[in-house]
């Protein structure tokens, strides 16, 4: 993980509808970059899902919420279609940004090792820089913890 108080890494990448977002664009703004593994998945929805109930809560908190995972866009399409997800998320197929954000490890499942992405997440300020992380974050709580964070600062 990046460290708290660092300037967050300025990125570009194509959200759902093949538009190009940089995180630069929402200057001023504070904004919740959560990096998940796989889309359509138990964990990934259950931690989407969670970001779609609390959304207006975010939303008050003048707080932007983008999700990015390693998936193609088309992917990102089918995944924000079916369970109606009114946030941002990015594709970043080459993981170049899932990299350099390191949340890119290695990772075992049924005694094989492989590289993937850790559920994580940066809370980042209007001035762009990080001001909390979540390493390993909770599918189920992630969303909630970081309301009560932002509740905490206000």
């Not at 359509?40 to 999700?67: D, H, L, P, R, W």
């Not at 979540?134 to 969303?143: D, G, I, L, Y």
């Amino acid at each position: 993980m990046l460290e708290i108080g660092t300037k967050a890494i300025e990125f570009t990448l194509p959200d759902e509808n093949g538009n190009l977002i940089s995180l630069s664009d929402f200057k001023g703004k504070k904004i919740v970059l959560y990096f998940y593994p796989k889309d359509n998945t138990a964990g990934c929805t259950k931690q989407a899902c969670a970001f779609k109930e609390t959304y207006n809560s975010f939303q008050k908190n003048n707080c932007i919420v983008i999700g990015i995972s390693k998936d193609s866009i088309k992917s990102h399409i089918k995944f924000k279609e079916k369970y109606e997800l009114p946030f941002i998320l990015l594709a970043d197929e080459n993981h170049q940004v899932i990299e350099s954000y390191d949340v890119w490890k290695e990772k075992k499942l049924y005694g094989k090792t492989y590289m993937g992405t850790t559920r994580s997440t940066y809370i980042i300020n209007e001035e762009g820089i990080i001001i909390k992380t979540f390493e390993k974050a909770n599918p189920s709580t992630n969303a909630y913890d970081i309301l009560t964070y932002l509740n905490e600062i206000e």
